[in-house]
């Protein structure tokens, strides 16, 4: 059990070390492999933009808090940034996936 331990430490410590951009470059290399397409996706704004009805606005966010003030959607802001990106990426690779159609409901923050 140890060893499973200091493994993922060394592993957490050793992608902590190493450089975003070859962190991109490793992660889509080995896709390539599995011949799982990969994409650069501009994060920009996408932690201001409502996953429900698009609406971007600064004050949407509060630290780990969104909140549209458009349709009131709330939820954890890193799972909206996530959704965003996501949905960025299907229509940049031109895929269909039906789940990012409509999201689950999700617990008030």
């Known amino acids: ?10 592993m957490n410590r050793r992608l902590h070390h190493l450089p975003f951009r070859a962190l991109q470059f490793y992660t889509s ?3 390539s492999f599995e011949e799982i397409p990969t ?15 698009g609406h971007m606005e600064h004050a949407n ?12 959607h ?9 959704v965003n990106i996501a949905v960025k990426g299907v229509k940049k690779l031109d ?8 999201l689950p409901v999700v617990r008030k923050v």
């Open 61 to 72: 966010r509060n630290k780990k808090r969104f909140k549209c003030r458009s349709c009131s």
């Open 29 to 31: 290399y080995k896709a």
């Open 1 to 10: 059990m140890r060893d499973s331990i200091d493994y993922g430490t060394r």
């Open 39 to 53: 994409a650069w996706i501009n994060p920009e704004y996408t932690s201001q933009r409502c996953p429900i009805c």
């Open 74 to 82: 709330q939820d954890h802001s890193a799972r909206g940034i996530s």
């Open 95 to 102: 895929w269909n996936v039906p789940a990012l159609n409509s």
